[in-house]
């Protein structure tokens, strides 16, 4: 990637300066973002600029107030303003326009009113060793996940956010050409049931059972039981203290390990072993830090907001860990896909 940045002069510029110039503003800059999703602005402009009195109407706000939202967002890029008018950018267009299932509406607000609130409470997190921001969640279990089933609400924003993002990433799983021989599916913390619907959407053949905890369950009932008929059942269940269901011939992690330790891993991944058939296997699907642990800024958020909020440990591991620990629970074939969009690889391992 070229990050050379030039000044007007045509001199380059530190890329890290100008960086830490957006990086110091980010916070802000980004709730302008929210908001301006939150109003539907870029929808409004999606292929039609607009005066600054058309936009008065379309968002309701008070003059002032829609002065310096537009300011903010047109300073991050993504609206331009020409001849008076204001349009969105390329990206806009192209990233903030949908209302889908996909929408990076639904995920940026899932992190504002979820993650970011936690961030606040790293430093305290980080020292302590575990994740102290999950106080502000009613409840006494020791995982957000668990917390939120107090929540309600918060838990389908929750979800909506997650499910979001899986679908923006999680192509490079369904065509990875690993389900062109699976039959029976076990997707263990599989969520609201996305990635099993679009799995068994793509894949005839297939059909999935997605595990989860119960409250979880009832949502995926809820968004994928509807189309998919029997295709895709549910079966409610803790990780750590109830079996997985047998009779599948491929167990998948999706976006789920990297919330534990080293030495959970293990037991979950001995777990599918025992559930698995003679040549069956397990797929690690998630984010990978790069293999000098130095890059990747969506791993990087991942890793933060596991260890402040979401279950006091776990990280984006690099694909080396996990493939050891694939051997250590005895699977053999143990290969990754790697470098797949949003820092994501795909780890494999064969029963023997
Ligand atoms: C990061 S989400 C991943 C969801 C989905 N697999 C995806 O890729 O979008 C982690 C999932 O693990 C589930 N989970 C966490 N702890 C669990 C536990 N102890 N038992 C069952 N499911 C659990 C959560 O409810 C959540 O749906």
Not at 34 to 55: H, N
Not at 255 to 263: D, R
């Amino acid at each position: 990637m070229d990050l050379t940045v030039t000044n007007g002069s045509g001199e380059p510029v530190d890329p890290v300066l100008e960086r830490f110039h957006l990086l110091v503003n980010a916070p802000a800059l980004f709730n302008a973002l929210t908001t301006a999703l939150e109003l539907d602005l870029f929808t409004a402009l999606s292929g039609r600029p607009a005066s600054f009195d058309e936009l008065l109407g379309t968002t309701g706000l008070p003059p002032h107030s829609l002065r310096v939202l537009l300011h903010a967002v047109c300073s991050t890029g993504l609206l331009v303003r020409r001849d008076g008018r204001y349009e969105n950018s390329g990206v806009a267009e192209e990233l903030l326009t949908g209302d889908g299932p996909d929408s990076w509406r639904d995920i940026l607000i899932g992190w504002r009113e979820v993650y970011y609130p936690a961030f606040a409470r790293l430093t305290e997190a980080l020292e302590a060793g575990t994740n102290t921001a999950l106080s502000a969640f009613p409840g006494h279990e020791a995982t957000l996940y668990r917390r939120l089933a107090h929540r309600p609400e918060l838990e389908a924003v929750f979800h909506r956010a997650m499910t979001a993002f899986t679908l923006r990433s999680v192509d490079a799983l369904v065509d990875s050409g690993q389900f062109l021989t699976t039959r029976r599916l076990l997707d263990v913390g599989g969520g609201d049931g996305a990635t099993s619907a679009r799995l068994v959407a793509r894949h005839p053949a297939l059909v999935s059972t997605v595990f989860d905890i119960p409250t979880v369950s009832r949502l995926a009932r809820r968004t994928t039981a509807p189309d998919l008929g029997d295709r895709v059942t549910v079966h409610p269940g803790d990780l750590f203290t109830d079996s997985f269901p047998e009779g599948h011939d491929t167990v998948l992690f999706s976006h789920v390990l990297e919330i534990f330790s080293g030495e959970q891993i293990v037991t979950l991944l001995a777990k599918a072993y025992d559930v698995l058939p003679s040549g069956g296997r397990v797929l690690v699907y998630g984010y990978n830090v790069s293999d000098d642990e130095t890059e990747g800024w969506y791993s990087a958020r991942l890793s933060l907001y596991l260890n402040a909020l979401a279950s006091g440990q776990g990280m984006a591991y690099p694909a080396r860990d996990y493939e050891r620990w694939l051997r250590q629970a005895g699977y053999g074939q143990v290969r990754t896909l790697k470098g797949l969009p949003y820092e994501h690889g795909l780890h494999i391992g064969v029963k023997p």
